[in-house]
């Protein structure tokens, strides 16, 4: 999500808001369930994250994601097996708190976690990219991934989160 989908979500004027790639590759119908999930979910307010299976990606792709998301997990104990999905279902007040950068859809769970919230992981569909390209070869995602991995080290590790009003 880029810095830019602030104002979009600021402006939304739903409780909950859900996020998905604009390439095709995430099926709408997901968000009917993930919606679901996070309105079942006792106590605070879940971030209900897509776990992509059968990707549609190329075999070179699938490696260095695996790679990545576990060296991710390694460092920042998010519990999140597919940070890359774009899907992503949250309430719309939490997600305004957060600090804003550029890729900062990757490190939602490790961000709402910090802020409080559960993670709930929950499997999606993928389907064949019909429309746009990829912004980044393997090495230039891991270079800006690694990056933005030792930002937000420092900025959980700095952050203090606001004091809830809702009771959890």
């Not at 968000?31 to 059968?54: H, I, K, N, Q």
């Not at 998010?78 to 600090?99: A, H, I, Q, W």
């Not at 890729?103 to 993670?119: N, Q």
Request: proline share 8%; glycine share 10%; aromatic share 8%.
């Amino acid at each position: 999500m880029p810095p830019g989908g602030r104002p979009g979500v600021r402006a939304a004027g739903p409780d909950w808001i859900a996020t998905m790639d604009g390439d095709g590759q995430n099926d709408p119908l997901d968000v009917v369930e993930m919606l679901r999930t996070a309105w079942a979910a006792a106590g605070a307010a879940p971030l209900v994250a897509g776990v992509r299976v059968r990707r549609n990606d190329p075999r070179s792709r699938l490696v260095a994601t695996r790679i990545a998301n576990g060296f991710r997990q390694a460092v920042l104990q998010d519990n999140c097996p597919d940070t890359g999905c774009g899907l992503k279902v949250f309430r719309r007040e939490d997600f305004l708190l957060l600090p804003v950068f550029e890729g900062m859809h990757r490190f939602l769970p490790a961000l709402f976690a910090r802020y409080g919230h559960p993670l709930i992981n929950r499997e999606v569909r993928h389907r064949a990219r019909t429309a746009g390209v990829s912004k980044y070869t393997n090495w230039g995602r891991a270079l800006v991934g690694v990056m933005d991995l030792l930002g937000v080290v420092w900025l959980t590790r700095r952050t203090h989160p606001p004091h809830r009003t809702d009771g959890a």
